[in-house]
T-cell receptor, first 112, second 113 residues
Framework: AQSVTQPDIHITVSEGASLELRCNYS??????LFWYVQSPGQGLQLLLK??????LVQGIKGFEAEFKRSQSSFNLRKPSVHWSDAAEYFC??????????FGTGTRLLVSP | NAGVMQNPRHLVRRRGQEARLRCSPM?????VYWYRQLPEEGLKFMVY????????ESGMPKERFSAEFPKEGPSILRIQQVVRGDSAAYFC???????????FGPGTRLLVL
């Protein structure tokens, strides 16, 4: 069965510092991988996705993620965090674009 | 192009009542997905529908829950005889096909008293 682990429940980063959010997945075939962001009281916005090709993918808002098959990971990174990045981040995996399996999320706090 | 619309945004029901949650997909999208988010948890898939068809309902509770996506009008998630454990945020997503990204609505937050 597919599963996603986001080991960090909360992360606090200083504004301007770099960010890495961890995501590990369990899946028997080549996965489709996604990162979504959820602001308080809002729906989920897609940041980026991977399903084939270059393992380093660029997304919106300056985010990127790297697919590492050997480590079953798809970590999200940003070189310089802005206060507006404070939100909850969800990693998700799917066999395709349907029926996504989500991690429990990582809440990002940005300190001044 | 308006995004995925969900209403109501907040819904309060007493135990035993019915809850009806509506989702209008983005224009041109004929595929709808429902997810549930319990407090402090990630989203859990419930059901995947196309117009007038349920494609995958493997995540739906066996009782009290039903979903439809009629030819005309929004998709409806219906919960009969709600219990306190149904309190959650219910998200709808839509896509133009099953090979394309899902776009999420703002969710309906259901509170059962």
């Amino acid at each position: 069965a597919q599963s996603v682990t986001q080991p960090d429940i909360h992360i606090t980063v200083s504004e301007g510092a770099s960010l890495e959010l961890r995501c590990n997945y369990s899946y028997g075939a080549t996965p489709y991988l996604f990162w979504y962001v959820q602001s308080p009281g809002q729906g989920l916005q897609l940041l980026l996705k991977y399903f084939s090709g270059d393992t380093l993918v660029q997304g919106i808002k300056g985010f990127e993620a790297e697919f590492k098959r050997s480590q079953s990971s798809f970590n999200l990174r940003k070189p310089s965090v802005h206060w507006s990045d404070a939100a909850e981040y969800f990693c998700a995996v799917g066999r395709g674009f349907q029926k996504l399996v989500f991690g429990t999320g990582t809440r990002l706090l940005v300190s001044p | 192009n308006a995004g995925v619309m969900q209403n109501p945004r907040h819904l309060v029901r007493r135990r035993g009542q019915e809850a009806r949650l509506r989702c209008s997909p983005m224009k041109g999208h004929s595929h709808v997905y429902w997810y549930r988010q319990l407090p402090e948890e990630g989203l859990k898939f419930m059901v995947y529908l196309q117009k007038e068809n349920i494609i995958d309902e493997s995540g739906m509770p066996k009782e009290r829950f039903s979903a439809e996506f009629p030819k005309e009008g929004p998709s409806i998630l219906r919960i009969q005889q709600v219990v306190r454990g149904d309190s959650a945020a219910y998200f709808c997503a839509s896509s133009p096909s099953d090979q394309e990204t899902q776009y999420f609505g703002p969710g309906t937050r259901l509170l059962v008293l």
